[in-house]
Antibody, heavy 123, light 107 residues
């Protein structure tokens, strides 16, 4: 079964740090670009960060640039999000999502999502 | 940043009716657009990619159309399980962006 499982969420004080993990199974993780997407309570979806299959290309939303770092370990089939200097507005469910990259100039969407892990930045 | 504006914010319809959801981009995204469905407490589910291609396992009552700046998601005959929130998303430029969502609720 194709699956993504996030972990590492929790309660942290503003200014603190957390490291989220996303573990893949059932597919060839090393061939897929990956994303982190978050959803604040009662709000819509917000893209956070992208990493290419090899890790050579990385992008961030302006709201997290300089504070969050995305990375991956293909040998461990894992994706990570290091979150520093957390703010109250970072409180959200964080999802990892797979993005097929089968042929150029074609967008396949994010076809597999994890169940999410909750991050709460509050004193 | 490309802004995606979804309308209406809420659509109140009865089972069996046709739903038409709109997504307008602030600049052209070609066909680099996807649609997702999200139910409470669940992650988003990919419905449509490349503006008009149904994802694996998505029923034929869901269809997508459009290119450039104007896109439509149509649900031909609403089933009880289709009442949910729907998001469009572009991947033409960074940052990747989502629309604000359309909630399809039971009338």
């Amino acid at each position: 079964e194709v699956q993504l499982v996030e972990s590492g969420g929790g309660l942290v004080q503003p200014g603190g740090s957390l490291r989220l993990s996303c573990t893949a199974s059932g597919f060839s993780f090393s061939t897929y670009p990956m994303n982190w997407v978050r959803q604040a309570p009662g709000k819509g979806l917000e893209w956070v960060s992208y990493i290419s299959s090899t890790g050579s290309n990385i992008y961030y939303a302006d709201s997290v640039k300089g504070r969050f770092t995305i990375s991956r370990d293909n040998a461990k089939k894992s994706l990570y999000l290091q979150m520093n200097s957390l703010r109250a507005e970072d409180t959200a469910v964080y999802y990892c999502a797979r993005e097929p990259d089968i042929r150029p100039n074609y967008y396949y969407g994010m076809d597999v999502w994890g169940q999410g892990t909750t991050v709460t930045a509050s004193s | 940043e490309i802004v995606l504006t979804q309308s209406p914010a809420t659509l109140s319809l009865s089972p069996g009716e046709r739903a038409t959801l709109s997504c307008r981009a602030s600049q052209s995204v070609n066909t680099y657009l996807a649609w997702y469905q999200q139910k409470p407490g669940q992650p988003p589910r990919l419905l449509i990619y490349d503006a008009s291609t149904r994802a694996t396992g998505i029923p034929a009552r869901f269809s997508g159309s459009g290119s450039g700046t104007d896109f439509t998601l149509t649900i031909s005959s609403l089933q009880p399980e289709d009442f949910a929130v729907y998001y469009c998303q572009q991947r033409y430029n960074w940052p990747l962006t989502f629309g604000g969502g359309t909630k399809v609720e039971i009338k």
